[in-house]
């Protein structure tokens, strides 16, 4: 970072506060707290709404009639096309509803009541289980873990994912440590991808025999440009290591289709997936067929789900070119932030710096815009370094964008020129 002195900071602080007072003046009244597609990227779907059109429509390749109950794993085909886009086998395949985030919460629950493949007994009967959370990372990973009581170990993210010397030193050292979240392509929210490497040592790294990788693959398809990253099957490896249950890996279309009405699956092993389907046939007498069977029929293979991800990214790379273009000009030639520019996903994060996150978001809302909660990106919602801020370019129109990154620029001029001058 550069030096400045007391009264450029002062000329900064002068200066900025005058475009504030500007934007407050508006009233705006703009949201772009969370990654969600906006309406345009919902329309691209929209053949979906129709593709089943009748009663003879209803009846998957096997002969069910959709419509009725049945079928816990899903209908064959969506398994088959899932297992194509993972790189997974069909039989290693769960389908289920709209939300990956739903699978996975209610895995952590049936680990808690009734433990998994190869553990002495349920997580809840420990008198005290931890997680590894990558950080910065998913505040709804986090919430979960908050809301079982299970305690969260911060792990440093690096250019290739998490710190692993460290992962590995935790977990051959700590048996109460029974799981890492983990988001491999495009993480969120620096969107990064787990190099090879990586993905080999959390494969064949020691660890409790209960131990659990929670692979949430939710940006495993969103190439913003080409050629995009590539990822290593983490499944794959963890077999020919030797530890085939070590992973739950989770996927979805939420951000493909639609998000409120898409297809999540759980990739696992087969003695996983046996011990989940115990306690499932009491949750549910199927899926959603027909909702699944709609995807099948309209992406029809792995190869148009890709073709249609090709126009989610020509809508999105406008609105990250926009963020990324602001950020450069604004905050570049002063030296007092630093960025991602990711190749895919859906965020940017943004590090201003240290103690000046929350001031940041503060100012963001007192003028009107809400963005996501300094701090969310971490564990129990704190940030140590109180830096980092979540950009999610994906809702609002492409104008309403470019005003939220000028006003989060001159936020972040002036809650670091107050830092500076008050020390």
């Known amino acids: ?203 064949r790294m020691k660890a409790a025999k209960d131990f659990r990788i929670f692979w949430d693959n939710a940006y495993a398809l969103h190439d913003l440009k080409t050629p995009g990253d590539c990822l290593l099957n983490l499944l794959e490896e963890a077999e020919q290591a030797g530890n085939p249950d070590r992973v739950y890996m989770f996927a979805s279309t939420s951000k493909i289709s639609f998000p409120g009405a898409g297809v999540a699956v759980i990739a696992a092993s087969t003695t996983n997936l046996e011990d989940i389907g115990k306690s499932y046939t009491y949750q549910t007498i199927g899926p959603d067929k027909l909702n699944q069977l709609r995807h099948v029929r309209y992406f029809k293979n792995a190869d148009g789900i890709r073709a249609h991800m090709k126009k989610h990214a020509e809508h999105l790379q406008p609105r990250f070119e926009a963020v990324l273009d602001t950020l450069n000009n604004q905050l570049l030639p002063l030296d007092i932030a630093e960025w991602t520019e990711p190749k895919g996903g859906y965020f940017i994060s943004l590090n201003v710096c240290d103690g000046c996150a929350k001031r940041t978001v503060e100012l963001m809302k007192n003028a009107g815009v809400i963005i996501t909660p300094a701090g969310a990106t971490f564990p129990y919602g704190k940030d140590p370094r109180d830096r980092n801020i979540r950009i999610a370019p994906t809702y609002p129109p492409l104008e309403e964008l470019k005003l939220c990154c000028e006003l989060l620029c001159i936020c972040v001029k002036i809650a670091t020129a107050e830092k500076f001058l008050n020390r």
């Open 1 to 203: 970072m550069k030096e400045y002195t007391y009264e450029q900071w002062q000329d900064i602080l002068s200066q900025e506060t005058e475009k504030y007072n500007t934007f407050c003046a508006r009233g705006l009244k703009l949201d772009m707290s969370r990654g969600k597609p906006s309406s345009e990227q919902l329309d691209i779907s929209e053949g979906l709404l129709t593709v089943v059109a009748s009663n003879a429509d209803c009846y998957s390749a096997n002969g069910t009639d959709c419509r009725n109950y049945g079928l816990l794993y899903g209908i064959p085909e969506i398994r088959t096309l899932f297992a194509e886009l993972l790189g997974v086998r069909s039989e290693q395949i769960l389908a289920a509803g709209n939300s990956s985030l739903n699978l996975m919460y209610d895995t952590i629950v049936r680990a808690m009541l009734f433990g998994v493949p190869g553990g002495k007994c349920p997580w809840g009967k420990y008198e005290k289980i931890r997680f590894l959370c990558p950080v910065p990372g998913y505040d709804r990973h986090f919430s979960i873990c908050e809301n079982m009581g299970i305690e969260m170990i911060n792990i440093d993210m690096g250019p290739y994912g998490p710190d692993m010397d460290t992962v590995e030193r935790l977990c051959a050292s700590d048996d109460t440590i029974k799981g890492i979240w983990c988001v491999p392509k495009y993480s969120n929210p620096e969107g990064k991808t787990y190099s090879d490497d990586t993905v080999r040592r959390l494969a």
